[in-house]
């Protein structure tokens, strides 16, 4: 058996455990995402407003990137749990934040104004890159 092949056999059950882990707390990170926000982007998407439809995929892939950093850094699953949990709570965080800044974005998106939600998604990207690049990387010991 080739050394590729042990590798693998070794590495994808980890790969998948970690992935898996990742995914649970995306889901769980956009649930409550969906219930903090003001308005309810779930049924103004399915109304068809593209507002609401960019804010939320920009808040889901807003919570994918810390979490995606801790995926790469994280030692053990503890380690993705402990560290994924503290980035998500951090950029919900970030979102109520940015949220309360821009006051009329709710009724913005409700009406369904694009500008709006593209500043909302430029808000929370950043947000999003800013804890991404501040995630502990065990390697780095930088603390």
């Known amino acids: 058996m080739s050394a590729s092949f042990?590798?693998?056999?070794?590495?994808?059950?980890?790969?998948l455990l970690f992935t898996i882990t990742a995914a649970g707390l995306l889901a769980l990170a956009v649930f409550a995402y969906i219930m903090l926000t003001p308005w309810k982007e779930?049924?103004?998407?399915?109304?068809?407003?593209?507002?609401?439809?960019l804010a939320l995929a920009g808040a889901i892939v807003g919570l994918a990137i810390p979490l995606a950093s801790c995926l790469a850094s994280s030692v053990s699953i503890l380690d993705l749990i402990i560290w994924g949990a503290i980035s998500l709570l951090m950029q919900l965080l970030a979102y109520r934040v940015v949220d309360l800044l821009l006051r009329d974005i709710p009724q913005r998106i409700q009406n369904d104004e694009a500008g709006a939600a593209i500043v909302l998604i430029a808000a929370k990207l950043a947000s999003a890159m800013i804890l991404a690049a501040?995630?502990?990387?065990?390697?780095l010991q930088r603390f």
């Open 134 to 139: 501040g995630v502990w990387d065990p390697t």
């Open 6 to 15: 042990e590798a693998f056999q070794t590495g994808f059950p980890v790969f």
């Open 42 to 53: 779930l049924a103004l998407v399915k109304g068809g407003n593209g507002a609401a439809g």
